[in-house]
């Protein structure tokens, strides 16, 4: 832009633009709103890449958020899994004991009570759900910037 308008203003300053004739003002005037011009949109320009390049980062943001809360589900999944594959020993073990001796129940009742008990609860799994990548979003307090707001909800 400088070289473009170079040559306009060294004729200028070397013709004395300022001697009174109102001509070479007016030229210089031009001259100087046609730099202010250039200026400007050199600014929105400038403006307009920042913004495409915020949103960009925002849309890699909000991606990264909604595979990290795919991963963690997926952990809770095979978690669960785990837990009722663990269980279902127990649940049949209860079962079988509780018919095999529900006839006489009353004269067994303490004896197959502490044998369920000791059975069924010991090494108890419990379900504690992976809720890292949400709850980071939301400290962070970018969940509230997301487009896809009834995905969002849906997590929520």
């Known amino acids: 832009m400088i070289k473009l308008f170079s040559p306009v203003r060294q004729d ?16 210089y005037f031009k001259y100087a709103i046609s730099e202010i ?11 307009s890449i920042n913004n495409w390049n915020e949103n960009r980062k925002h849309a890699s943001t909000e991606q990264e958020f909604f595979k990290s809360i ?7 999944l095979d978690f669960i899994n785990y ?10 073990a209860y079962n079988l004991l509780s018919s095999t001796y529900s006839e006489n129940y009353d004269s067994h009742k303490t004896t197959i009570d502490s044998l369920m008990a000791v059975y069924l609860f010991a090494g108890q799994r419990t379900f504690y759900p992976v809720s890292g990548a949400f709850k980071s979003s939301i400290a962070g307090n970018e969940i509230n910037t997301y487009t896809h707001k009834k995905v969002i909800q849906s997590i929520i």
């Open 12 to 27: 200028l300053f070397s013709k004395g633009s300022f001697s009174g004739q109102g001509g070479k003002t007016a030229r």
């Open 37 to 47: 011009i250039l200026v400007v949109i050199g600014i929105l320009i400038a403006l």
């Open 70 to 76: 795919k991963n963690d589900l997926k952990q809770d």
């Open 83 to 92: 837990v009722q594959s663990y269980s279902k020993p127990k649940i049949a």
